[in-house]
């Protein structure tokens, strides 16, 4: 069959298993829409607003579902801005593909309009960056970029698209399918040598991360620390990972890590690390384990070899699939049970918090959330100190999930959620966001209203830049500067893009402005009116100003 080399793309993502692709439309890639126009129902294209917001829908899918999250944007301005998307899907180990238009190859490397040279922009943001050169090979790229984005530690992959490569004729056969890759699997050495380690110890830690876990992995991982007893850390962000509600799940290591998993992980003898990257935040800046022996004894277990001894030389490492290991250990037994018992004791005790001073508390809120949300929720945030309330007040069932970016982007939030609501529209989808954070993407509330996929959006909104203000008043007291914002209307906004909107003005108001969200049948934002008193849950912005303010006083 002759087509053009757009239509060859589309059918052999449809072949691949792709079902919904994300995109501002752009001159560069016209075959691919035309394309598109005929595979409504089994490859739909979610028409965005900015491909920065694009991006983030795609990243997020891709971490949701395990498939990958399809993108599609044009050459240039278009690239740049979804860059920001693949650096989150990068940092977030989330399978994902872009698709960039590109300038003709009869005009390459002139500079011409909008010309990038994406292999080498992309190089060091994502798994694999390549340019089309000939239309046949596009199955031949494509399967690889499929495979490659799923692959060991999963990931983006960043593919050029020449006008010319998608207006050319070809006969070339499309794919047929993906290929079937079954995860590396640890033998039977490496699990002997890793129960003998654990089995040895007086405090083990079981550290995981990574989002590509399927249903049984994550089964049998809980099984074996169960049966272990053995305590579970959760890697920055990836708390969703593991039932929140077994009494070996002990907490998260992430930004603001609680003392007491500090103490835990700086503590324990043995660590046995299953798909974790060993980033700034879960390690509290490298510090918990030294770089690059850690005191500790360390089995770091990963689907590619790349992230073993990247940073911290393990005393075992074991180059898996994190499933595959999982369903591969048995129990181990050991003396251990009251250092589990009260670093689970510790973690309960983390939700408790303070009244917090201003119009709404956001203790009382996230302690009705955790009671009332259903047990498949799907929450979702960018970044700001706003994240404490969904990423350390809420606890993740088995069903529940966190869309939360490892890279801190802000604005990741909103189209997350869109993202989610575009996979699962019959699930709660919740998103937290602060004022600042929700205006680097509030463009694609029209995104959500035009694709029927409408989340309910939590706006917490204190006036300022909330984290800046913090490290502000810590680093250069009472001097303001740069953090206040101004806001607009958010009531009005999300009513003009057609959402159910209400202020909240009051604790008390809460539960039943949510109530009323839920049963919206276009999506819901609630404004919730915080002091920027309340910038953490433990202690007041007066009280960071104050406490700088006198240690200047003390070293003067």
């Keep these: 069959m002759i087509r053009n080399g757009g239509r060859l793309l589309v059918e052999c993502l449809i072949a691949l298993g792709a079902t919904k692709s994300f995109g501002v439309p752009g001159e560069s890639y016209l075959a691919v829409l035309d394309a598109l126009h005929d595979t409504r129902g089994k490859l739909d294209y979610v028409l965005c607003r900015n491909e920065g917001g694009a991006a983030f ?32 899907a990068m940092q977030d180990s989330s399978p994902m593909i872009l698709f960039v238009g590109q300038v003709g190859t009869d005009m390459r490397g ?19 960056a390549v340019e089309i050169d000939d239309v046949e090979r596009l199955p031949e790229i494509i399967a690889r970029a499929w495979t490659t984005a799923l692959t060991g530690r999963p990931g983006p992959v960043v593919i050029a698209l020449p006008e010319d490569m998608l207006t050319t004729l ?10 079937k890759v079954f995860e590396a699997a640890a033998d039977a050495d490496a699990l002997a040598g890793a129960r003998s380690m654990l089995a040895a110890s007086r405090r083990p830690v079981l550290l995981i991360g990574g989002a590509n876990w399927s249903a049984q992995g994550r089964a049998a991982l809980q099984t074996f620390a169960e049966t272990s007893d053995i305590p579970v850390v959760a890697a920055f962000r990836f708390q969703d990972q593991f039932d929140n509600g077994s009494p070996v799940f002990v907490g998260e290591a992430g930004v603001g890590m609680v003392p007491h998993v500090k103490k835990l992980i700086r503590d324990a003898d043995v660590i046995l690390a299953i798909n974790v990257r060993f980033g700034e935040m879960t390690t509290d800046g490298y510090t918990l384990l030294s770089v690059p022996e850690p005191k500790q004894k360390l089995i770091h277990v990963h689907g590619s070899d790349r992230e073993i001894g990247k940073i911290y030389v393990p005393s075992l490492g074991i180059h898996a699939g994190p499933n595959a290991f999982a369903k591969a250990l048995s129990p181990v037994k050991g003396d251990w049970a009251a250092w589990r018992s009260q670093a689970r004791e510790s973690y309960e005790g983390t939700f408790e918090a303070p009244a917090q001073p ?26 700001g100190n706003f994240t404490v309330w969904p990423n350390k007040f809420f606890k993740f069932g088995p069903k529940a999930r966190l869309l939360a970016p490892q890279s801190g982007a802000m604005g990741y939030g909103l189209p997350a959620a869109i993202a989610a609501k575009v996979a699962f529209p019959g699930r709660t989808v919740v998103c937290f966001a602060g004022d600042g954070d929700f205006q680097m993407n509030c463009q694609e509330l029209g995104t959500a209203m035009q694709a029927g996929a409408q989340p309910i959006v939590l706006i917490l909104n204190n006036g300022i830049y909330g984290t800046i203000r913090a490290h502000q008043e810590r680093h250069y007291p009472a001097r303001v500067s740069g953090t206040n914002i101004e806001n607009p209307d958010f009531v009005g906004i999300a009513r003009a893009y057609g959402f ?45 100003r104050d406490a700088a303010l006198a240690s200047q006083k003390a070293n003067a």
Excluded at 110 to 126: H, L, N, P, S
Aim: aromatic share 6%; net charge negative; glycine share 12%.
């Design 57 to 88: 829908m795609a990243s997020a899918y891709g971490k949701l579902t395990g498939s990958p999250g399809i993108c599609f944007v044009t050459r240039g301005p278009g690239v740049a801005n979804a860059s920001i998307g693949v650096h989150t």
């Design 110 to 128: 002139r500079e011409a309009f909008q010309e990038i040279d994406y292999r080498a922009v992309f190089g060091t943001m994502a798994k694999w």
């Design 170 to 179: 070809t006969d070339v056969a499309a794919l047929s399918g993906p290929a």
């Design 358 to 383: 201003g119009p709404v508390d956001m203790a009382e809120v996230s302690r009705w959330l955790r009671e009332a949300l259903p047990d498949d929720v799907i929450l979702t945030n960018g970044a």
């Design 500 to 544: 159910h909107a209400e202020r909240i003005g009051a604790t008390g108001d809460f539960a039943g402005a949510f109530g009323r969200a839920l049963a919206s049948a276009t999506g819901a934002v609630l404004e919730l009116d915080i002091s920027p008193e309340a910038i953490t849950p433990r202690q007041t912005l007066s009280q960071m």
